[in-house]
């Protein structure tokens, strides 16, 4: 049972690069998130999905996108990295919504230079 | 807003030791709790759940208790081994219209030693 997929788990990036990090789960789950997480700060929302179709900003949405083409994936694109996207990131899905269990990906640890 | 506050950490305990970190929390109305766990290199799972006030959680040893009253919901172990070492997120859901948000503490970090 996979749960929440997430590719790659490192990566460091150049200033001004792009990257798309891929997340999919094999859940049914129609609720996605993408957190990052900085060290002593918790976990910020980043963008979340409540189905295929519709995508919506979460907490800290500036420098990112996302599209939910299918139920299962919620790739997460960066366009121009900055030092300041340099986090953790982690993928997350469940089942009716955030009072329900949430099931988190292993991670993506961006390094932006 | 909504928020969450738990005890700043690291915490260092001796394997069997008694554990209990502190979380308070400011909500509109009575919102589930929740105990995440993040053992090193993995992403963060449910620990445990509360969904009403009075409610525990319990799971794998460790005990949270849903406290209207004091706003609280600390999370406890009476004999923590060296397994038990992670970071540990206290959260709930943002109660905001629209909003599908889990609030997050800043963690506190666990380490036992043998």
């Known amino acids: 049972n996979a749960g929440v997929t997430q590719t790659p788990k490192f990566r460091i990036l150049k200033i001004g690069q792009s990257m798309t990090l891929q997340c999919t789960q094999d859940m049914n789950h129609n609720y996605m998130y993408w957190y990052r997480q900085d060290p002593g700060m918790g976990l910020k929302l980043i963008y979340y999905?409540?189905?295929?179709?519709?995508?919506d900003k979460g907490e800290v949405p500036n420098g990112y996108n996302v599209s939910r083409s299918t139920t299962e994936d919620f790739p997460l694109r960066l366009e121009l990295a900055a030092p300041s996207q340099t986090s953790v990131y982690f993928c997350?899905?469940?089942?009716?919504?955030?009072?329900?269990?949430?099931?988190f990906g292993q991670g993506t640890r961006l390094t932006v230079v | 807003g909504d928020s969450v506050t738990q005890m700043e950490g690291p915490v260092t305990l001796s394997e069997e030791a008694f554990l209990t970190i502190n979380c308070t929390y400011t909500a509109t109305g009575y919102p589930s709790l929740f105990w995440y766990v993040q053992y090193p290199g993995e992403g963060l799972q449910l620990l445990l759940k509360a969904t009403k006030a009075d409610d525990k959680g319990s799971n794998k040893g460790f005990e949270a208790t849903y406290r209207k009253e004091t706003t609280s919901f600390h999370l406890e172990k009476g004999s923590v081994q060296v397994s038990d070492s992670a970071v540990y997120f206290c959260?709930?859901?943002?109660?905001?219209?629209?909003?599908?948000?889990?609030?997050f503490g800043k963690g506190t970090k666990l380490s036992v030693i043998p």
């Open positions: 959260a709930l859901p943002n109660s905001g219209a629209g909003s599908y948000q889990l609030t």
């Open positions: 999905s409540v189905g295929a179709g519709i995508t």
């Open positions: 997350a899905s469940s089942l009716i919504g955030v009072n329900t269990e949430a099931f």
